[in-house]
């Protein structure tokens, strides 16, 4: 068993009618829930922030969702709240087959650093501990589905890859953001990391 499927962030928060909904996001469904049928090994991300999170424009004066501030780690982009812990929109879209999954890992939980990608926070140094997980269990192999591919996905995938797994993208099981060129630069940023991407 060598190879997992990754479905990042399939919450309601990123479907139509969510806090910041990824256009289309629900469409990937049918598609993601056939793969999670495909693979021995699923695991599931969701986005997990506290109510005060430093990445919410919310809690920076004068801040508006969609810009860029610096943090302490680099730059940020500001969202609308969205993902907080407890809430209907941090549940994972209804219709996701959550009973494939093994193992779910939360991201984004520290208020003062943001966590797009699967395995480390945006410091880009603390770990989340799925590198070693999938280590341990013999995993070598990656595919990546789920929301939003210029953010979560593709950052995860570009993690991967710089830890040595194989890593491929399959785009029709995801959708973008899509903010200033966000996904033209993902996709070149893959494509040079050697992420796979297929249809
Ligand atoms: C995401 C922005 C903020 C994502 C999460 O899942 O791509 N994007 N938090
Ligand atoms: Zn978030």
Redesign the pocket.
């Known amino acids: 068993m060598t190879k997992a499927l990754i479905v990042?962030?399939v919450q309601n928060d990123?479907c139509p009618g969510g806090a910041?909904a990824v256009s289309e996001g629900d469409e990937i469904l049918p598609r993601v829930n056939t793969l999670m049928t495909e693979f021995d090994t699923v695991v599931l991300t969701q986005?997990w922030h506290p109510a005060d999170h430093s990445?919410f424009a919310s809690q920076h004066e004068g801040g508006a969702p969609f810009t860029q501030v610096h943090m302490e780690y680099g730059l940020q982009t500001l969202?609308p709240d969205?993902?907080v812990q407890g809430s209907k929109g941090a549940e994972f879209h209804p219709d996701l087959a959550v009973d494939r999954a093994q193992l779910i890992i939360r991201k984004?939980f520290r208020r003062g650093v943001?966590s797009?990608s699967a395995f480390f926070e945006n410091d880009h140094k603390t770990p989340t501990g799925l590198a070693g997980y999938l280590r341990d269990r013999g995993v070598e192999d990656l595919t990546f589905v789920g929301?939003?591919t210029d953010?979560?996905?593709a950052w995860s995938a570009l993690d991967a890859a710089k830890l040595g797994f194989r890593a491929t993208v399959i785009e029709g099981a995801c959708r973008a953001?899509d903010l200033d060129g966000s996904l033209q630069e993902a996709h070149s940023e893959m494509r040079s990391a050697g992420v796979k991407l297929e249809a």
């Open positions: 990042i962030d990123f910041l986005d990445s969202w969205h993902c984004g943001d797009y929301l939003a953010f979560c996905v953001i």
